[in-house]
Every structure is written in C-alpha cells, then in structure tokens.
C-alpha cells in the first residue's frame, strides 16, 4: 500500500539514499492542505517528523532486529505491512538481503523503493554502547540559522505608530543539535517572533523562546531517558499526545494514531510539548515510562485573586507572540503540571497498554460567559486514565483506546484495518468523546479540534484497480450533542472525499478528487432576533497535474472550483488556478530553483481555497486565498559543500480588489504583502 506520509518522506528527503534535495509530491500537498481545510486552527509542524526521517537515514532500521512496534514508527508502513516483515522473519530465518522485502506480500514497489532508505540487513547488535571515541567518530552537529520578515511596512512600526510593538519585524529562528546515532542527542532551539523585543526590555535575554533537551538512550535497560522539553505519545492520543497528529485524509493510515512513545522537542511551536524529565526501561516485552513536567503558559490573566491568592485566568494563549504589552502581561502566567505514567505489554500479535496522567493548574480557571463553553471549565487538578489496545491477525488490525476522567467523563475510540486484498485496503474508526472531557494532553482522532462533545463513525478504502489507476475516498458522519462556536444547539454533519488518481507515464501524474461536507451552523433573519442552525453546504473540485519535462524539468498544474451554499447568507464560489516550474540544472550542479503563478477569485472567506506552497527546509507554508488577486513566490537553494546549504524565498500577495491587507497593527496600507525568508543550514 503506497501511503501519503511516505509522500512526506519524499517532500522531506527526495532520493533520501543519494542525497538530501527536498521532492515535493502531489500527495504530500494533499495531505497538509486536508490538515488546514479540515481544522483552520491545526498547527502544521511537521520538525519532529522530519528530524525522525533524518536520523533513521543516518543510522537505519535493522530488519533482523527491530520488533513490529518499532517498524509501526515509520508513517509510511500500515500495521499489516510491518507484521507481514516480522512474520516472515520468523518463518524464514534471518534476513540475508533487503531484496527479499519484494516476496512479502502487501509491499507494492514503490513502498519498497522508499523502505530501502531507512532499514539495514545486519546480525549487529542494534543498542550501540556510549564511548569517547565512537563520539568523536560518529557524533553529528547540525546548526542551521533563519531569518524572515513582511517587507511592506505594517501599521505596528509607521512612525506614528511607533513603540506599538516592542521590537522589529523581523523573524529570527536558530537551532543547534548534536547527535550520536539513538544514542545522544543534545539540542537547543531559539526563536524571536516579528514584533518582539530582542535582547530589550522586557526581553533582555535575547530571544523570546528557548527549547533544549538532552537525552541518552538504548543503554541496557533504558530505553530513553530526557531531560528538558520533550514530547510523550501513548495509545491514540485520548490520555497522552503531545506534537503533531494527523486526522481525516484519503490515506486511511493517517487514521491510526503509531505512538512514538518518547522523543526529544525540537520544533520552536511554544506549545505542543512538555517540560521535565522523562524515562523509559524495557524489560523483555515490557516497556515502563515515567513523566513529569512544570511548563508555565500563556493566558488572559485577571487582576482578581481567589480567596487562597491564587491569580484567576479566562483563557490560555496558543499563539506564542509577545509583542504588545497585553501579550506579554499574559506571558507565562499559568503553570501546569503533569505527571505520568504508561505500562505497555508488546506480544506478537497483541500490544496492551496502560495509562495515567494528573494535570494540575497553579490558578483558577474564570467561569465561561459562552453558554457552548460551560463544560470547559479547565479544573486546577485533573486525573485521567486509560487503557489502550491493538491486535493484529494475518490481513486485520483492531486499535482502540478508553480513557475516563476522576469525574466520570469518558472518551472511546475504535478502528479497524483490513487489507481485503492486495489491491483493497479498508479502514473504520468509530468515537464517543463526551462533553467536558477535553485536557491539555489529549489529541485524538474527530472533526473538531478538541475531544469533547462528538460522537462519529469515519469508513475510508484504497483501490488499486490497476497499475496506473487508484481511487480512494472516505464518508465521516458526525454529531455533536452540545452547543459549540457559532452553533447555538445540537448539531450534526457529514463529509464525503472521492479522489481519481492516473499514472499514463512514468513522467506524468494526474489526479481530480471530490469533496463535499454539510455542517449546521447559526443562521439570522432580518425579522428575528434570534439565531437558529441551518444547513451550510460546501463542495469544491480540483484538477492536478505534475509532468516531468526532464530530469531538471517539472510543471504542476491546478484548478479548484469551490461552491458554498447557505440557507440563508445565500451562495459563495471560488476558483483558483495555478502554474509550478521546479528546475534543477544538472550545471552547475549545487543549484536549485522553484517558482509558482497563481490566480484566485472568491466571494468571500467561506470559499477560501488553501494550497501548499514549498519553503524551506523547518517551515512550512498553506495560505488560504480568499478575495481577488494573484500571488507568485520564489525559492532558489544553493548547496555550499556537503557541509551547508543556503536557501532564499520570496513571495508575494496581490489583491485587486482591496486598499489594505491584514488586520489590527499587522495592517499594511496597500494591496501587496511581501514576505522574505532566508536560511543558512550547516553539518558537520
């Protein structure tokens, strides 16, 4: 089965046995811009991922030694493909060749191709003991330094408008990291947003933004151990899920959450991970951990204090900016600590897991004024426990996770994998979250952005109906029994995702995909004065092709139609077309050049259209095109030596039928808005 995320292994490490060039796949565009039209809140971060790529390129998988969980880490497998590998090493000995990956059946070409970059054929003990001069010999430092900035001038920094904003427009992010196979890693990530201050009051320690951790692993019994920031994994995400998770898409592996269980942070979001020390042993089959975190977060603070002098909070912050005053009195302002524990059993077939996890608030949470948020009330102490399962027969993968709150509140999850042939994969998820129950270490698997207050049933399938021919698609039917934002009542909704894609050529790709979702959601008459639900339905058609001219030369084509109707704000379209040119001369060679035209109408921002856009190596990029006007972007890399690379991008926004752009202090009075971004990248 040929999955998206081996399509983001490929936009991470194109031809990742041969050299580091990034290759950006139509699929792997599919999949970032699912993540921003399902959910406009997701945070696409996709560092921790491509720091995992980086370091199994390096120091690959063992075949003959890895156990079927550890195989699961690769987003690119289904759980039936890692069993179908540890079944036939049991059955047929020791592997001798990583050729004999293509007798297994359920691997496809073009999985193998990718798996040949990250697994080893060795009889080598996998766990590599620490010593000096294995450092010096085999120990990595990666540094890499980057700088951006909006070109035209904002309203913060007009010289009326002096002092708006502590510091200058310009974003500054740096990382340095030194590595030892899984051994060692020792990291440290800085980062000032536009606006801040910079080694100024009220930020006289430069950055706004620091992250490190060091961490020893794969030493006898310990399995991890990290102290700093880091990110634990467990289950489905239900009791613990720190960092990035992905939900709906037509790739029905993204729907089965592959816990990592422990991993060092090395991203510069300021919000998604923990802050402590965690450990993990292993004895035989079982593997122990335990977590403990005190992470202050940003909040809307009130000047009044509880009777016990606790400092009362509304809101927390997620943004990570502190360029006003407001921002900054609200920097830091709450605590919360965790401790956690997880107990997994690894069999052959059947993986039983076990978790525990206390939150705890220094301050009280205000009442919520919202009626849709009067069960969100975060408690100054929470305890939450879950159970965890996943069992595998042959073709077949059952999964699930029960987690329940010391209030009662619980949560279930359940899915299904079946590979009902070699060319037809199927997938069913099913989830009950209930109201209230949402904490900040939950991430799992729904529609809306927390887990509270949805119940739904997810059926997805992979056809391959020939070589050159595949269709995949999903239903997911929702319901949500209590209020949430802009919908004053009990609602439900559907979404249906059909995707064509055809392979005439080796060169050529094309794909038109379908989709359509109806959602309820508050509707006003000019005669009445109160809001009811009505029926909002969106539909929207997308035509891609990707044709590679030569081995220097590619272009990409897109057309997206989108349509919204509403019962009572009336009708909305959009459309958007776009032209990609991707050169990379064969001389000189260290040169490489990426360029995109795009034009785009809508009638508003609820026919917005969003599309991945390549940028550097660490950023990411999916704007949403709304309004009228075009927009084009440059990116250009050029390779040093085998030790540092440097990369440029500009891009810009032209919108016809408006005077200004943006909003607040970040308004620009003009209809462009430039963006500059460069970065240096060294290893050695």
């Known amino acids: 089965m040929r999955g998206w995320m081996c399509m983001v292994m490929l936009l991470c490490y194109g031809s990742l046995v041969a050299q580091e060039d990034e290759v950006y796949t139509t699929e792997t565009q599919q999949l970032m811009e699912l993540l921003m039209e399902n959910d406009d809140r997701a945070e696409v971060d996709f560092t921790t991922l491509m720091d995992q790529l980086e370091a199994w390129r390096d120091h690959p998988i063992n075949l003959n030694r890895c156990t079927q969980h550890e195989l699961e880490q690769l987003p690119f497998l289904s759980p039936m493909q890692c069993a179908a590998i540890v079944e036939h090493r049991a059955l047929a000995g020791p592997f001798i060749s990583t050729l004999e990956l293509q007798g297994i059946d359920g691997l496809d070409l073009v999985t193998i191709r990718v798996l040949l970059s990250f697994v080893v054929v060795s009889g080598d003990e996998d766990r590599r003991q620490i010593s000096w001069t294995g450092i010096q010999d085999d120990g990595k430092v990666e540094a890499f330094v980057r700088t951006q900035r909006v070109l035209e001038q904002q309203r913060a920094y007009q010289e009326e408008h002096q002092g708006s904003y502590y510091g200058s427009p310009y974003r500054v992010l740096s990382r340095v990291r030194f590595r030892y196979h899984d051994a060692i890693s020792v990291g440290l990530t800085m980062e000032k947003d536009p606006g801040e201050a910079f080694f100024r009051p009220p930020q006289r320690r430069g950055f706004n933004f620091y992250s490190g951790h060091i961490a020893v692993g794969k030493q006898g019994v310990l399995d991890q151990l990290i102290i700093g920031d880091y990110q634990a994994q467990f289950g489905q995400g239900l009791v613990a899920w720190s960092g990035m998770a992905f939900g709906k898409s037509g790739d029905i592996l993204t729907t089965k959450r592959n816990a990592r269980g422990v991993l060092p942070y090395v991203s510069a979001d300021e919000n998604n991970f923990l802050r402590g020390a965690i450990t993990s042993l292993r004895w035989g089959r079982w593997l122990a951990t335990s977590f403990v975190s005190r992470l202050a977060r940003d909040a809307s603070v009130s000047d009044s204090l509880m009777e016990d002098g606790r400092q009362v909070f509304g809101a927390l912050q997620r943004t990570g900016l502190h360029a006003t005053e407001s921002q900054w009195q609200g920097k830091d302002a709450v605590r919360l600590t965790v401790i956690g524990q997880h107990l997994r059993w690894n069999g052959d077939r059947l993986q039983l897991g076990v978790s525990g996890v206390r939150l705890s608030h220094n301050a009280w949470h205000a009442e919520a004024t919202q009626v849709y948020r009067s069960f969100d009330q975060i408690p100054t102490a929470l305890l939450v426990g879950g159970v965890d399962y996943q069992w595998s027969y042959r073709n077949l993968m059952a999964y699930g996770e029960l987690a329940m709150c010391d209030d009662g509140r619980k949560a279930l999850l359940n899915g299904l994998m079946c590979s009902l042939s070699d060319q037809v994969n199927v997938s069913l998820v099913h989830r009950s979250y209930d109201l209230g129950f949402h904490h900040e270490l939950s991430n799992a698997f729904g529609e809306g952005s927390r887990v ?177 006007g075009s927009r084009f972007y440059v990116f250009a890399s050029y390779r040093l030596s085998h030790w540092g690379k440097l990369s440029l991008r500009y891009a810009q926004t032209y919108y016809s039928n408006r005077n200004s752009v943006g909003s607040g202090w970040n308004t620009i009075d003009g209809p462009r808005a430039s963006d500059l971004r460069i970065q240096l990248k060294l290893k050695f």
Request: no cysteine; charged share 30%; hydrophobic share 35%.
């Open 452 to 628: 509270s207050n949805e119940q739904g049933l997810f059926i997805g399938s992979q056809v391959r109906l020939n070589r050159r021919w595949k269709l995949k698609g999903y239903a997911d039917l929702y319901r949500f029994p209590w209020l949430r934002f802009r919908v004053d009542g009990p609602s439900s909704g559907r979404e249906y995702w059909l995707q064509l894609d055809h392979r005439p050529r080796r060169n050529l790709e094309l794909y038109a995909r379908f989709r359509m979702e109806e959602r309820e959601q508050n509707a006003l008459m000019e005669s009445q004065s109160t809001a009811f639900l009505a029926l909002q339905r969106r539909r929207d058609v997308r035509l891609n092709a990707t044709y590679a001219l030569s081995d220097q030369l590619e272009v990409r084509n897109r057309l997206e139609l989108v349509w919204v109707n509403h019962e009572v704000d009336g009708f909305e379209q959009g459309v958007m077309l776009y032209q990609d040119l991707i050169w990379k001369p064969r001389w000189p060679k260290p040169y490489q050049f990426k360029l995109r035209y795009a034009l785009f109408d809508t009638d508003g921002f609820d026919s917005r259209i969003y599309a991945y856009e390549h940028d550097l190596r660490y950023s990411f990029s999916i704007p949403a095109f709304f309004d009228r």
